[in-house]
């Protein structure tokens, strides 16, 4: 008699998002085929410290460009038809008298002044930093390839390695820049030895995570009786 094949493992873990991106070599520059790399080696091993990929802001884009176009377009049309000898609107008779009649110090030109300096600032902070904060920037083994990992698939390939703990019966993580917060529930088992198996444990499974600055985890059980 043969054995019955034993029932296939399942993982309770999402799908973990890779995003890859390779940067554009120059005219002449050959493809090179790169080896599959060792995920638990360290930086000193050929990695490379990547950083995020810049986001493309099409929808802050779009919403400049979508005002931009209306303002000029109505502008447009209005000299257009003063050129061609019609009265001007009745907006811009109406914004000519605001402008000429309200002093510098107006509560109405401050305020527009502000909120103009607001979205001035919004768009240079747009245009400085790379956005796209969900993806966590991982090591590569060649600077031409940037990965990123999405960091719900982070936190859940860290959850199911703490609910393979003994004695954890619910796990919690949250996975930020700097810092992973892991919450336990604990049924049996010492609260504080369980504690560090779950810094073991996750610390293990942070490494193999292969991120480019990894972040630090902060462990916190209860004991639950019911």
């Known amino acids: 008699m043969t054995p019955d094949p034993s029932p296939p493992a399942h993982n309770s873990a999402r ?3 890779v995003l890859l991106t390779k940067e554009p070599q120059g005219p002449g520059v050959p493809e090179q085929d790169v080896p599959p790399p060792d995920l638990t080696a360290g930086e000193g091993s ?3 410290r990547a950083h995020r990929p810049w986001s493309a802001r099409r929808i802050p ?8 176009l209306v ?15 019609r009265p001007a609107a009745a907006w811009r008779h109406h914004l000519a008298d605001e402008l000429a009649t309200r002093s510098v110090d107006d509560v109405w030109m401050l305020t527009g002044a502000a909120v ?3 979205i001035g600032v919004w768009l240079i902070v747009l245009a400085l930093t790379p956005g796209r904060r969900h993806w966590l920037p991982m090591r590569s083994p060649v600077p031409e390839l940037r ?28 996975v930020r820049r700097h810092r992973v917060k892991a919450r336990a529930d604990v049924r049996f088992r010492d609260s504080q030895q369980v504690k560090d198996d779950l810094i073991a444990v ?8 292969a991120l480019a600055r990894p972040p630090r ?7 639950r009786t019911d």
């Open 46 to 48: 050929g990695w490379h």
């Open 202 to 209: 996750l610390g293990d499974e942070r490494d193999r995570l």
């Open 116 to 118: 103009a300096a607001a």
């Open 15 to 17: 799908h973990a998002a």
């Open 217 to 223: 985890i902060v462990v916190r059980v209860r004991r």
């Open 71 to 85: 303002a000029a377009g109505a502008a447009l049309v209005d000299v257009v038809a003063v050129r061609a000898g």
């Open 61 to 68: 884009a779009a919403v400049v460009a979508a005002v931009v």
């Open 147 to 174: 990965a990123s990992l999405d960091r719900d698939g982070a936190a859940a390939l860290l959850r199911d390695a703490a609910m393979r703990v003994p004695g954890v019966a619910k796990a919690r993580i949250r």
